[in-house]
C-alpha cells in the first residue's frame, strides 16, 4: 500500500507576456485574490519591470516577461491557488498565454531503504549499467506520452530520489497544455478556460500516476 | 356489497447480503432508493423495460444507486432504462444522473417545462460550468446538457432527446411489442401547471448572479414549483410519484390544481411516493381521497439538513393514520462522524461546535407483483435501513 | 545502428529512443527546458554542484516543489537586472512551512446566525459520507468574514503544519475567494443558452 505523500504541491506555469510589476501582493489583495493580512505579511523578493518574486505563508509566485508561476507545498491550498490564478487572469484577461502547465510534484516516504532501491531498479532496470559502470544509480529519469485527450501537448513525469524525505521518492508530473492556433488566439481566456475545466482531472491523474508507478515498482 | 379488495401485502425484510434477484419478465417492480440525503425510483413494467425518475448516489462507492442495482441483479441499464425523468433540479434529486445519461444513450429523457427556459439554462451554463462544487445540481445539469448536445449534433436533427413535462400531458408509452412480456405503460406527468412554470421561473431568475456579484453555490429555493409529479399506469395499476411538489395557497399552483384537473388520467394509484420528505407542506388530503386507494402502500425518503428532519414526528402520525403500508427508505439517526485519527478528532472537537454524519447507508423499498389487475398481491422487501415508517422514531 | 535524423517538426525523437542514437539526442537538446515545467530559477547564484542523494537536507534552500538544482538558461535581461540590482541575494523566495494533510472537506454555507454558521461538510480524503457542522464565526480568519454567504464555499483542512521549526496541529478553513461576477460571464452564459434551447427545440442543426 502506497503511503501518503509526506509532502505534496501543484504550480501552474504560464508562458506568455506579462508585465510582472503588475503583480504585487497589495494588487492581489485589493482584487480580494488573497487576504490583506497575507499582502501586508508577503516576503518580497524583488519587484521590478521585468521580474517579481514573492512568497506567502503558502504560496510562491516568481513572474518574468515570458513567464508565470505560482505555486504551493501545502495540500489546503491546492484549490485556493486555482482560484487565485483564475480570478487573476480573469481580470487580465487580455494578458497573451500559450501555453499552460499543470505541475505536480510529491515527495513520497518509501517503507524502507529496500523498499527505496526496488523503485530505482524498477523504474531503470540496471542489468545494462552494471556493465558500463560501477554501482549505477538512477539520478533522473524523465518520461513523456501524449495526451489522452484532444488538448496539444503532452505529460511528463519525472522520478527521482527525494532530496527532502529520508529514503523518498520524488514524482513531478508535467501536465504541458498548448494552443492548437496560437497566433488566432488573444488574451488568454483559451488557455484559462482550459485551466478551469481541467484542473480537476489533471490533478486526479497526476496523483494516479504517481500511485501507480510507487505500486507497480 | 362489499368493496372489492384491491391488495395483499406479503411483508419481507432483507438484511445485510441476502441474494438479490431480477423480477420475472411479466413482474411490475416499484424500487424506492434513498441515502439519507437524496432519493431515486426505479420501475419495471415488464419485458425488462424500466423507467427511472431521479438519481442519487449510494453512500459507499458513489456511484448512481440504480445502476449499482441493475448491474446486481443481471440487468444492463444501457438497453433496460427506456425512460429517465429528472423531476426537479435539486441535487438531492439528480446526483449521478448525467452518468446514468451518459450509459443510457437510448433512453428518452424528460424534465419539467421550466427547466428548459432560457433562464434556467443560463443558470447551468453560468455556474455548472465553474466547477463550484462537487455535488451541485447545477453543474449535474451542465454535465447532462454536455451529453445530449453531443448526441443531438451527431444524430443531425433529432431534437427530441430533452422533452419537457407539464400538467396533464402524456410523456411516454411503452412501445407496442408482440413479446408475450410486454405490458403496456403510460406515463403522464400532471405537474407544472402553467403558472407554477410562470412562478419556477421567476424564482430561477432571481437565482441568476448579476455583476459584481460574489460567486457562490446556487441554493435550492422552496417551494418547488418546477417539479415533475408523475401518474404512471401499468397493466390496470396506478402509480402515483410526488416528487418534491408542495401545496400552496394558490389553486392554480401545487396539488389543488392537480387533483381538480378534469384533463388528467382517472383512476386511483396503489402506490404513492409521498412528496417532500412527507413534510406538512406538500400534504394534501384530496389527494388521499380522490387519487388513491385506501390504505395504499406509500414510501418516502427521509430529510435532514441543519436542524431539520423531515419527516417530523407528526408527519409520521398523520401519514400512518392514511395507510398502514408506509415506509422510509432510511432511518433519522445522524450519527456522529465515523471515527478518524486521534488528531483529526480532537481538531474536529476544537473547531466545531457540532457536527453529525448525514449519509450513512442507502435504504431501498422495493415492491414487486405479478398482477396487473386486482386484486394485486405485492411482496415487498425491505434493505439496508429502509424501515416501515411506524418505526421511524421508535429506532 | 544510427537513426537518420530529420530535423522537422514531425520527428518524433523517442520512437527511436530504444536506439539510443545521437540522433535522438541531438533533437532533444534542441529543447533545452520543458517549457511549462517548474523549475524554479536559481537566479541569485552560480549553478551549484549537485547535490547528495537520499540525505534530506531541510537547511538547504531548496524549494520543496523542486528536488534538484537544475540549471538553466537564466534571459539575459533579467541576469542584468539581478547582478545590477540585487548582487548579494541571502533570502530565498521559498515557501518554508509544510503541511502533512490528515483530513480534508469542501464545505458550503447553508445558514448563517449572528455568531455560527451551519455548513454541510463533503469529505474530500475517504469519500465516504457526508456531514453537518456548525462553526462559530469566530473560527473564521476576519478577511474572510465577508465572504461568508449562504451558498459559499470553503475548504476545511485538518493535519500537521510545520512551522519555524515546530510542528503543529492545525485546523485551516479557508473560504474560495472565486472572481466576481463579469458582464461578459453572463452574457456568454445567456448566448449559451440561447444556443441550446433553439437546438433542442430544433431550430438549429449542425
Known amino acids: 500500500m502506497v503511503k501518503k505523500p509526506e509532502i505534496e504541491g501543484m504550480n501552474i506555469v504560464f508562458r506568455g507576456d506579462f508585465n510582472p510589476k503588475i503583480f504585487q501582493p497589495a494588487w492581489f489583495a485589493a482584487q480580494g485574490l488573497i487576504r490583506n493580512e497575507e499582502a501586508d505579511e508577503a516576503t518580497v523578493e524583488i519587484i521590478h519591470p521585468t521580474i517579481v518574486v514573492f512568497t506567502l505563508d503558502w504560496l510562491q509566485i516568481q513572474i518574468e516577461p515570458n513567464r508565470f508561476y505560482a505555486g504551493t507545498n501545502q495540500s489546503p491550498y491546492i484549490e485556493i491557488l486555482k482560484d487565485l490564478i483564475l480570478g487573476t487572469f480573469r481580470i487580465l484577461n487580455h494578458t497573451p498565454i500559450k501555453m499552460m502547465g499543470i505541475n505536480y510534484n510529491s515527495h513520497f516516504p518509501m517503507d524502507s531503504e529496500d523498499a527505496w532501491h526496488d523503485v530505482g531498479h524498477r523504474v531503470a532496470p540496471k542489468d545494462m549499467w552494471n556493465k558500463i559502470l560501477k554501482k549505477p544509480g538512477l539520478r533522473s529519469l524523465t518520461m513523456q506520452g501524449e495526451r489522452p485527450d484532444d488538448h496539444k501537448g503532452h ?35 483559451a488557455i484559462i478556460d482550459m485551466l478551469e475545466s481541467e484542473w480537476k482531472t489533471s490533478v486526479t491523474r497526476s496523483q494516479r500516476i504517481a500511485i501507480t508507478i510507487l505500486e507497480q515498482a | 356489497m362489499q368493496p372489492r379488495k384491491m391488495q395483499n401485502i406479503h411483508r419481507s425484510y432483507l438484511k445485510g447480503t441476502s441474494k438479490i434477484d431480477a423480477p420475472e419478465k411479466k413482474e411490475i417492480e416499484i424500487s424506492l432508493f434513498g441515502p439519507g440525503y437524496g432519493e431515486s425510483i426505479l420501475i419495471h413494467v415488464g419485458d425488462n423495460n424500466w423507467l427511472l425518475i431521479d438519481s442519487c448516489l449510494d453512500s459507499v462507492n458513489k456511484e448512481p444507486s440504480p445502476i449499482i442495482y441493475l448491474r446486481n441483479i443481471g440487468i444492463d441499464p444501457s438497453k433496460a432504462i427506456k425512460l429517465i425523468v429528472a423531476s426537479h433540479w435539486h441535487d438531492d434529486h439528480v446526483r449521478g444522473l448525467a452518468e446514468v445519461i451518459r450509459q443510457c444513450s437510448s433512453a428518452e429523457f424528460v424534465v419539467s417545462n421550466a427547466l428548459r427556459s432560457k433562464e434556467f439554462l443560463t443558470l447551468v451554463y453560468a455556474l ?16 447532462i446538457l454536455e451529453i445530449l448536445k453531443e448526441r443531438l449534433q451527431s444524430k443531425h436533427g433529432n431534437s427530441q432527446l430533452l422533452k419537457h413535462a407539464i400538467s396533464d400531458r402524456l410523456i411516454w408509452r411503452s412501445s407496442t411489442s408482440s413479446s408475450a412480456y410486454h405490458l403496456s405503460c403510460d406515463v403522464y406527468s400532471l405537474s407544472p401547471s402553467d403558472e407554477s412554470t410562470t412562478i419556477a421561473l421567476k424564482n430561477i ?42 401545496e400552496t395557497d394558490n389553486p392554480n399552483t401545487g396539488w389543488s390544481i392537480i387533483v381538480d384537473s378534469t384533463t388528467r388520467p382517472q383512476g386511483k394509484a396503489v402506490f404513492f411516493k409521498i412528496p417532500h420528505h412527507g413534510s406538512e407542506n406538500a400534504d394534501y388530503k384530496p389527494v388521499w381521497d380522490r387519487m388513491l386507494i385506501p390504505n395504499p402502500l406509500a414510501g418516502l425518503t427521509p430529510f435532514i439538513q441543519g436542524n431539520v428532519i423531515l419527516p417530523k414526528k407528526s408527519d409520521v402520525t398523520r401519514i400512518c393514520q392514511r395507510t398502514q403500508n408506509a415506509y422510509s427508505t432510511a432511518l433519522p439517526r445522524q450519527k456522529r ?9 480532537k481538531a474536529i472537537r476544537e473547531t466545531v461546535k457540532k457536527i453529525k454524519e448525514i449519509t450513512s447507508s442507502t435504504g431501498h423499498i422495493r415492491l414487486r407483483s405479478k398482477d396487473i389487475e386486482p386484486p394485486i398481491n405485492w411482496k415487498i422487501a425491505l434493505f439496508g435501513d429502509a424501515i416501515p415508517l411506524h418505526e421511524f422514531y421508535e429506532n | 545502428m544510427k537513426a537518420k535524423a530529420k530535423r522537422n517538426r514531425n520527428y518524433d525523437p523517442f520512437q527511436y529512443a530504444a536506439f539510443s ?51 538553466q538558461e537564466i534571459p539575459e535581461d533579467v541576469k542584468e537586472v539581478t547582478q545590477k540590482y540585487v ?89 474560495r475567494r472565486l472572481p466576481r ?5 453572463l452574457d456568454a452564459a445567456k448566448k449559451d443558452a440561447e444556443y441550446t434551447q433553439k437546438l433542442f427545440k430544433g431550430d438549429q442543426q449542425d
Not at chain 3, 536559481?42 to 542523494?53: G, I, L, M, N, Q
Not at chain 3, 465577508?146 to 485538518?158: E, N, S
Open chain 1, 155 to 189: 505529460i511528463a513525469v519525472r522520478i527521482e530520489p527525494s532530496n527532502r524525505v529520508r529514503h523518498g521518492i520524488f514524482i513531478n508530473i508535467n501536465d504541458h497544455y498548448e494552443l492548437k492556433d496560437p497566433e488566432s488566439v488573444l488574451g488568454c481566456e
Open chain 2, 128 to 143: 455548472g460550468r465553474r466547477s463550484m462544487m462537487e455535488t451541485s445540481g447545477v453543474q449535474e445539469f451542465y454535465q
Open chain 2, 205 to 246: 431568475g432571481n437565482l441568476l448572479p448579476v455583476e459584481g456579484q460574489l460567486k457562490t453555490r446556487a441554493l435550492a429555493i422552496t417551494p418547488n414549483h418546477a417539479a415533475v409529479v408523475l401518474w404512471i399506469k401499468v397493466g390496470s395499476i396506478y402509480i402515483l410519484l410526488g416528487s418534491d411538489l408542495e
Open chain 2, 337 to 345: 462522524l465515523r471515527h478518524r485519527d486521534k488528531t483529526v478528532e
Open chain 3, 21 to 71: 542514437g545521437s540522433a535522438a539526442l541531438d533533437y532533444l537538446n534542441l529543447r533545452k527546458e520543458e517549457p511549462t515545467a517548474p523549475s524554479i530559477k536559481r537566479h541569485f547564484f552560480p549553478p551549484s554542484d549537485a547535490p547528495d542523494y537520499n540525505k534530506p537536507d531541510w537547511a538547504s534552500e531548496m524549494s520543496d516543489l523542486e528536488n534538484t538544482s537544475h540549471t
Open chain 3, 87 to 175: 548582487p548579494n541575494i541571502i533570502s530565498r523566495p521559498l515557501i518554508k512551512n509544510r503541511f502533512l494533510e490528515l483530513q480534508k472537506w469542501e464545505g458550503i454555507v447553508l445558514q448563517i446566525s449572528k455568531d455560527s454558521m451551519v455548513a454541510r461538510l463533503i469529505d474530500l480524503s475517504e469519500k465516504e459520507s457526508e456531514g453537518e457542522a456548525e462553526f462559530a464565526l469566530d473560527e473564521i480568519h476576519s478577511d474572510d468574514l465577508p465572504l461568508v454567504k449562504p451558498g459559499a464555499i470553503f475548504y476545511w483542512t485538518i493535519g500537521y503544519l510545520d512551522k519555524g521549526g515546530q510542528r503543529i496541529r492545525a485546523s485551516i478553513i479557508r473560504f
Open chain 3, 181 to 185: 461576477w463579469r458582464t461578459e460571464e
